[in-house]
């Protein structure tokens, strides 16, 4: 079992920065793909950014890609969300999701999920 503790979310203005961190718990954190999806109201849940159990490989999603970091640190169970360029359209849930060694884009890969923390970009 792997628990998912998400933090760092809040309320900044267009062009600002957050950076969002997951604390995990469990033995086998370095086995995992560790991912961030957001769901903004009335949006259907969007991949965000995704990281291999290595720390090398990383996925974006389009919308994020050049903006948004992730990154991890197996020694002390965490994964981060480098978050730069804030735009309004990035107001959403941000929840960070486990997959068993290997995960991509798809939210039905990933086994474990925090309960989120909100993230509110003003205009």
């Known amino acids: 079992q792997v628990h998912l503790v998400e933090s760092g979310g809040g309320l900044v203005q267009a062009g600002g920065s957050l950076r969002l961190s997951c604390a995990t718990s469990?033995?086998?954190?370095?086995?995992?793909?560790m991912g961030w999806f957001r769901q903004a109201p009335g949006k259907r849940r969007e991949f965000v950014a995704a990281?291999?159990?290595?720390?090398?490989?990383?996925y974006y999603g389009d919308s994020v890609k050049g903006r948004f970091t992730i990154s991890r640190d197996n020694a002390n169970n965490t994964v981060f969300l480098q978050m730069n360029s804030l735009k309004p359209e990035d107001t959403a849930i941000y929840s960070c999701?486990?997959?068993?060694?290997?995960?991509?884009?798809?939210?039905?890969?990933?086994?474990?999920w925090g309960q989120g923390t909100q993230v509110t970009v003003s205009s």
């Open positions: 999701a486990a997959a068993p060694l290997v995960g991509g884009r798809s939210p039905l890969e990933y086994r474990y």
């Open positions: 469990g033995p086998t954190f370095n086995t995992y793909t």
């Open positions: 990281i291999a159990w290595n720390g090398i490989t990383t």
